[in-house]
Structure formats: C-alpha cells, structure tokens
C-alpha cells in the first residue's frame, strides 16, 4: 500500500512541474518584445487636449502674443466640421458634438464637487476664524463657476440637437449620427 502511495506521489510530481522559472522568464521577456505597448500619449494624439495659456513676452506686442496663444486649426477640417456633406464627416462632427457633451457634463459634476466640499467646509470647519468671511466669497464664485459650467452643457447640448436637425433636413441617413 505505502509503494503504490509513494509510486503516485512521486508521478503526481513530474506532472506538477509545468514551466521552469528560466522558461517563464523567456516566454515573458518574448511577449513584451512583441507588444506594441509603448505607446507615446503627445497632444497631437490626443486632439482636444489644450497647453497652459502663454504670456506674452515682454519684447512681443499684442497681435504676436495672440498668434503664439491661438491654437492651430485645420481649415479643411474647420470647413467640413461646420458643413458636413459625407458620411465620414457627419460621424466626426457628431463625434466631437458628442465629446464636447461628456466634457461639459464632467466639468458641471467636477464643480458641483467642489461647492459642495466648500458648503460642508463652511458647516463643519471650526479652525477657521471668520468662516462666512473667508469661505462665502470662494462659494459664491465657485456658484459662478458651475453656472457657466452649466451654461456651456446646455450649448453642447443644443450643438449635437441642431446636427441631428441639420442631418435631417439634409436627407442623409439617420444612421450617420451614431
């Protein structure tokens, strides 16, 4: 009894085995010479993320402060953004309409946030000598903040509302606006 135990012990063994660590560490240093995960994230490859504003410099007047700032637009792609004539660029228009939407709608639950971290602050905060007089101006602009913010989602809104009437009356399928 104990040799036909000790004779499945010693086969479960072999089997148990698998891949050697020398092994796993070749196969691994394989798979990430084949990945092509080095990615470079630039803002070209992103398209709608924006620098820091530039000051002007001392030495520069006004109209070259203001050609340094403006950021680069494609024409042709300004033109077709406005007036979409194909499928390809309705779907892109509709797209940044799109995207334009989730950006606004983060912007409003971000400052909400916000105002609602100063309003708690002006409630519990006891640290603070003077809370009304140093916490009402800061939630009074940041009250300022989320209307604009809420504002500009409106506008969002109603630019992918006026595509699909745009898409609509131009009798292009309605599949083109997804």
Do not use: Y
Not at 1 to 27: C, N, P, W
Not at 74 to 91: F, G, I, V
Not at 115 to 121: I, Y
């Amino acid at each position: 009894m104990k040799t036909a135990l000790l004779i499945l012990v010693f086969h479960s063994m072999t089997f148990a085995q698998g891949v050697s660590l020398g092994d796993a560490a070749r196969q691994e240093r394989a798979r990430q010479k084949a990945s092509t995960g080095n990615l470079k994230v630039t803002n070209e490859t992103l398209g709608t993320a924006e620098g820091p504003p530039s000051s002007p410099e001392s030495g520069k007047t006004d109209t070259d402060a203001t050609k340094v700032a403006a950021p680069k637009v494609d024409d042709k792609a300004d033109a077709t953004a406005e007036n979409p004539t194909d499928e390809a660029s309705w779907r892109n228009a509709f797209s940044h309409a799109r995207d334009a939407v989730k950006r606004a709608e983060d912007r409003v639950q971000v400052v909400q946030v916000e105002l609602n971290k100063l309003n708690l602050d002006l409630l519990t905060r006891s640290d603070i000598f003077n809370r009304e007089g140093q916490l009402a101006p800061l939630i009074e602009a940041k009250n300022k903040e989320l209307a604009d913010a809420e504002n500009d989602l409106a506008a969002a809104r109603e630019k992918v509302t006026q595509l699909e009437t745009d898409l609509r009356r131009s009798g292009a399928p309605s599949g083109w606006a997804r």
